[in-house]
Every structure is written in C-alpha cells, then in structure tokens.
C-alpha cells in the first residue's frame, strides 16, 4: 500500500526557515516522482517543488526559485523540502503526492509538478509564517 507522511511544518518569523520531510512507503522512490503542493485559504492548490530523482528532473514555482530546495534521499525512500527566507505568503498547508513514472515525454521537466499527475497523496503539515 502506497502511503506519504508529511511532516515539519509549524510556526515560524518571517526569514525564518523549516524542513518538510515526505517519508514514503510500499513504494521505491526510483519509480516515482514527488511532488510537494500547498493550500492558502481560499486558494486552489498549486505545485510547489517536485522531483524525480531517477531522472534527474527537479521543479520549482518561480516564487520559490532560489529558496527552497528539494532533495531526495532514496535510501531513507524520504523526500526532503529546505525552505529558506521564508515569506508570509508561503503560509499553507502542504502536502505531499506521488505518481509511478511510465515514460519520460519530451515536457515533463516543465510538466512534473502538474496537479493531475499525482494519485498518491499524503496528509498536509501545516507551515506558518509571520510577519
């Protein structure tokens, strides 16, 4: 049974920083790619940082390049999210998902971190930043 654990979220100053961690089982993580999303009030989900590690393909939304990082450690099958100069608005909540990956298209680089790919999805941790 495909199972996500999300964990690490919490309260933090704005500048601040927190490390999700996406702990996976019943799959390897070298046959599927990990997604982390998130959830503002109000707002629809988005795609934050994805990764598929055997491909060597990672994602970031342009709003977290250069601050958040994600990270695979396929040994642990853990999913790690470094998020760094935190911002109030990255306060959501955030999710975990994975999809088995079938076949590398030409556009999946750009195209990873599409919503609808994902059908394993992991309960949400939540991360909130003050100003």
């Known amino acids: 049974e495909v199972q996500l654990q999300a964990s690490g979220g919490g309260l933090v100053q704005a500048g601040g920083s927190l490390r999700l961690s996406c702990a996976a089982s019943g799959f390897f993580l070298d046959d599927y790619a990990i997604g982390w999303f998130r959830q503002a009030p109000g707002k629809e989900r988005e795609g934050v940082s994805c990764?598929?590690?055997?491909?060597?393909?990672?994602y970031y939304t342009e709003s977290v390049k250069g601050r958040f990082t994600i990270a695979s450690d396929n040994a642990k099958n853990t999913v790690y999210l470094q998020m760094d100069s935190l911002k109030p608005e990255d306060t959501a909540v955030y999710y975990c998902a994975a999809h088995r990956i079938t076949y590398i298209y030409s556009d999946y680089a750009t195209t990873i971190c599409g919503r609808r790919l994902y059908n394993f999805w992991g309960q949400g941790t939540l991360v909130t930043v003050s100003s």
């Open positions: 990764i598929a590690s055997s491909a060597g393909i990672t």
